[in-house]
């Protein structure tokens, strides 16, 4: 039974709960000091920030369409709106400072699922493309041998503000009842029981190893993007921007907080047909995919030449990472810059006020640089503007 139920609730989705829950941990490391890490790297607040993180998954086994909406940024933003109108900006008590945890936690887990779908998995659909992806769960595969690696998470007693999910949904259009999410997060609880004794089960290792060999190898690998290490980075800066949002603070927000490459790296693959030859650009905020257009990204090479590169919104509207597919190969030993233009639309009715760029090159690293996989691939724009905010407000607050 605790098999079957753990499988179910992963078949459909992207990280599992195990990873998830290892992820927020991570993201942790990666928070600046201040009051948001005061926050997150609480140890009394890791029940809510645990319980956050698993909170999307709970809704899928039942087939209640809580699951998805949970993982998307315009439920997270009316959870964030009524934590701001009921603490009034001032989240020094217990209970604002739990909600807030809760919140992080869904934070984490819509943003890993993006960055490890648009990466990660992409990059196993060709490097294990002779898996049975029709009838086994790259998602329970990576999980159990990420928890092999590190031992699983512990499974931690239920908690959620039931009563306000329940009305959050129900604006959001959806009905569903506290003892359906109590049940939930039941199952979530069971998921993650799985992940670290199926980590821990030798014959079961081989098991999962045996259905995703390139993906169950490479799920801690920091030189894989979109890897748990990588998604950390990306969660940790998508929550500074929460944070940030908590106090009304958006305009000075830079739009663009990871990329693929790095900023500054070398040795990119030139072929147009290979994944690895994309360029990824994850967004602060959830992007309105119908009034997305080309114009709004350039890719130009040292001497001013530009690049044919179409945008694909990899989950649509509401979604924050963007492929830049080229439409030829990029030519060899050559630097570029990639500028993601102001005016990018989000879902919230505002516009990305400045422009973001960042910097790759097709030719081989320098002898003096090791390659970055590595460093963070987390960006800042023009950097300053980002971190004079994350600053003003870590200053505001203490």
């Known amino acids: 039974m605790l098999l079957i139920a753990a499988a179910s609730l992963s078949t459909a989705l992207a990280n599992g709960l195990t990873t998830h829950v290892t992820i927020s941990e991570y993201a942790i490391e990666h928070v600046p000091d201040g009051e948001l890490e005061a926050i997150v790297g609480d140890p009394d607040l890791w029940l809510q920030l645990q319980n956050g993180t698993q909170f999307p998954d709970g809704g899928y086994p039942m087939g209640e369409a809580y699951a998805e909406t949970a993982h998307w940024e315009p439920f997270q933003d009316r959870y964030l709106e009524w934590i701001r109108a009921t603490y009034n900006e001032d989240y020094s008590s217990t209970e604002a400072r739990q909600h807030i945890a809760f919140l992080m936690g869904l934070g984490s887990h819509g943003m890993g699922d993006q960055v490890f779908d648009s990466l990660y998995m992409q990059r196993a659909y060709v490097y294990d493309a002779d ?3 029709e009838n086994t769960s790259m998602d329970t595969a990576t999980d ?15 908690w959620a503000a039931w009563d306000t999910m329940v009305s959050l949904m129900a604006d959001a259009g959806v009905e569903v009842d506290a003892d359906t999410l109590q049940e939930g997060q039941a199952l979530t609880q069971i998921a993650i029981t799985f992940g670290r004794t199926a980590g821990a089960n030798p014959d079961q290792q081989a098991i999962y190893e045996a259905q995703f ?3 169950y190898a490479h799920i801690l690998d920091d030189g894989v993007h979109g890897s748990p290490p990588w998604e950390a980075k990306a969660v940790a800066m998508y929550w500074q921007v929460r944070w940030a949002r908590l106090f009304g603070e958006t305009a000075a927000i830079e739009p663009l907080i990871y990329t ?4 500054g790296s070398y040795a990119h693959p030139t072929d147009a047909e290979s994944v690895e030859s994309r360029l990824t ?12 257009v080309t114009d709004m990204f350039e890719v130009k090479d040292a001497d001013g030449n530009l690049y044919d590169v179409s945008p694909w919104l990899f989950y649509g509207t509401s979604s924050h990472a963007i492929h830049l597919v080229p439409s030829v190969d990029w030519p060899a030993d050559t630097d570029f810059t990639v500028t993601v233009k102001a ?21 081989p690293w320098p002898e003096s640089e090791p390659p970055i996989g590595y460093g963070c691939g987390c960006q800042s724009g023009g950097g300053g503007a980002w971190l004079g905010l994350l600053g003003i407000l870590a200053l505001r607050r203490r």
């Not at 693929?260 to 900023?263: C, D, I, K, S, Y």
């Open 281 to 292: 650009v994850v967004l602060s905020r959830g992007v309105m995919g119908d009034l997305l």
């Open 131 to 133: 898996s049975d992806w």
């Open 213 to 215: 060999p390139w993906a």
């Open 343 to 363: 005016g990018v639309p989000f879902i919230d009715g505002t516009y990305s006020e400045r422009d973001a760029s960042f910097t790759f090159s097709t030719g």
């Open 144 to 158: 159990v041998g990420l928890a092999a690696q590190t031992g699983g998470q512990d499974t931690l007693d239920a």
């Open 260 to 263: 693929f490459p790095p900023t």
